[in-house]
């Protein structure tokens, strides 16, 4: 299918992130300084991934992008909730699906969803709570552990704005059902929401649910969308962010006007990539990267092609940032 995204619609406690906020305020070069410490050069902890929007264009069904992801040298995938559907709806079987990823020598790293459990109306929310809960089922099926949690719903124009504490309250009762089913929900910020388009909103969310694996899913475009200056990257501590996505985005059009599909790779737009990376990177953490595009050029293009490059811009993107 070629509808955007927007169409289309852990394991350290929050005191692990608390920790990282009393560091940074404990060190007044820390509160000062504006500059990230460089990544590790023998160390950048990060893992690559493939998010499947990169090549949703070309249609090609999740066992041809496994196998599209583990041929260009990716690490891990990335796929869409209704992507999976498709494929169990024409018959196919999850368990061959994770013998599939795991004999191509991938991992399933996250996976994109779309429930709507931020809204007001209690009726829909309980709905997206069983919607949930089928995607969970399904993603752990394939050998996965977390999920996206954007604001579906929450998005349009025309959504109320709601308040935070609300908001808190709402993902963690996504939460306590990821435990119960052994995944991980992550809170993902989008910039061109009504509701959690700043990085500041989702850490307030993640911040007060109370639950001990509180998680984020954060990306350069939708940092940059919604506003927020990446240096707030650096009050992020370890375990509360996982995944990464990994774009970037050109001078023009202007940042109001810019969308999805204006996303390049990596190192081909103007987004300060080492600060990012070095913000986010080394210091003996483990991150994944993933690549999600939606930009429809790519999508007129060889599969592979895409996924290979991206790979590569990625790397050369973290082997600049470990020379900062």
Known sequence: MSVDRRTFLNSAALTGFGAGLAALSNSADAATSTKAMPISRNDSGFRYCLNTSTIRGQELGIEKEVDIAASAGYGGIEPWIPTLRQFVEKGGKLSDLKKRIADSGLTVDSAIGFAQWIVDDEQKRKEALEEARRDMDMLREIGGTRIAAPPVGAHQKESPVINLFSAAERFRALQDLGDKLEIIPQLEVWGFSKNLSRLGEVLFVAGETGHPQSCLLLDIYHIFKGGSDFNGLQLISDNPLQVF?????????????????????????????????????????????SLELFNRDYWKQDALEVATTGLSKMKACVAAAQQV
């Open 245 to 289: 996505h990994v774009n970037d985005y050109p001078s023009m059009p202007a940042r109001t006007e810019m969308d999805d599909s204006h996303r390049v790779y990596p190192g081909d737009g103007i987004a300060p990539m080492s600060q990012i990376l070095n913000s986010i990177g080394g210091h003996g953490r483990s991150i994944t990267l």
